[in-house]
């Protein structure tokens, strides 16, 4: 089928990249962009699926609609359906998926350029994928403050709160302002770095989007920037974003964990892949 033979052309990209990163040129060129669809199958809920994403179970909340639990207004006027759901979106308990791991095979083989995530689970710095490798485009919990005078509010302070559903404050007694992860809220700026790497996926040879449904601006326009040479491979339930527009698109429709192995495969790396996911 099409899509066989685009999955075998990808596979020889993939193999040509790693013998030129081997050859001592750069072979870093590998760009990945991905979302809530790679945590999935390690049991963290994405977003926008109909009946097991995150919006469409956040009745219990009763919130004015879904996406209030990430607005920053809505925050400030209730904070307490984020600290809710912040228990369970707490990292630490979730174990890598293999496209985790296919994304650390890419950095270990040399070819990662950099990879965009929407993800704040922290799951690929746990795969191994180097820090200075990741641009966390949406934050993360890794470190949390006031949101009104920017005062650093300290980790266990902020584990302490979510395990006993408590909305911590201001360590400034005199602000007593609100405390919040260090999580993109809509209607907050992404952080700097999403834009100081932004011109990257047009440095790109291939890129990689998964697990993504490619509806939240500036993220979603990341694929577009990409050069019309440059071949776009979208491992995806959904095809989303305008991917198979360009004629050197590749779509891989399916679960991305099965996705993953069929490029692994076309790369002659499945064993390898399968040994260090089994070391995660
Ligand atoms: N394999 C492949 N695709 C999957 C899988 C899977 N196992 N599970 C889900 N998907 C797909 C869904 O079909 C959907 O297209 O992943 C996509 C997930 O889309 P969203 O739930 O919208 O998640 P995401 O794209 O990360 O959301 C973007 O929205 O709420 C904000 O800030 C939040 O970062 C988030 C942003």
Not at 39 to 53: E, L
Request: proline letters at 6%.
């Amino acid at each position: 089928t099409l899509e066989n033979r685009s999955v075998e052309a990808v596979g020889r990209m993939l193999k040509a990249l790693e013998k030129r990163g081997e050859e001592g040129e750069r072979g870093e060129r590998v760009v990945v962009m991905t979302g809530a669809g790679i945590s999935t199958s390690a049991g963290i809920p994405d977003f926008r699926s109909p009946t097991t994403g995150l919006y469409a179970n956040l009745a219990r909340l009763n919130l004015p609609y879904a996406e209030a639990v990430f607005d920053i207004a809505y925050f400030r006027n209730n904070p307490l359906p984020f600290y809710t759901l912040a228990q369970e979106l707490y990292p630490g308990k979730y174990r890598p998926t293999i496209t985790h791991s296919f994304i650390r095979l890419l950095h270990d083989k040399g070819i990662l350029l950099k990879l965009f995530t929407q993800n704040i689970d922290c799951l690929e710095r746990e795969a191994g994928v180097p820090g200075d490798k990741i641009v966390e485009a949406h934050g993360s919990f890794a470190r949390q403050s006031c949101i009104e005078c920017k005062t650093a509010y300290p980790e266990q302070g902020m584990k302490d709160a979510i395990r006993e559903k408590r909305v911590p404050r201001c360590v400034d007694k005199a602000c007593n302002g609100l405390v919040k992860p260090e999580i993109v809220f809509f209607g907050e700026q992404l952080p700097a770095e999403f834009f100081a790497n932004r011109d990257l996926p047009t440095q790109a040879h291939l890129c990689i989007v998964m697990g993504t449904s490619l509806s939240v601006q500036p993220f979603a326009g990341l694929p577009a920037l990409c050069r019309e040479e440059t071949p776009r491979v979208l491992l995806n339930m959904e095809q989303v974003g305008g991917i198979g527009s360009r004629p050197d698109d590749v779509l891989v429709l399916g679960d991305c964990d099965a996705g993953v192995r069929k490029l692994a495969e076309a790369a002659g790396w499945l064993e390898e892949l399968e040994a260090l996911w089994a070391r995660t």
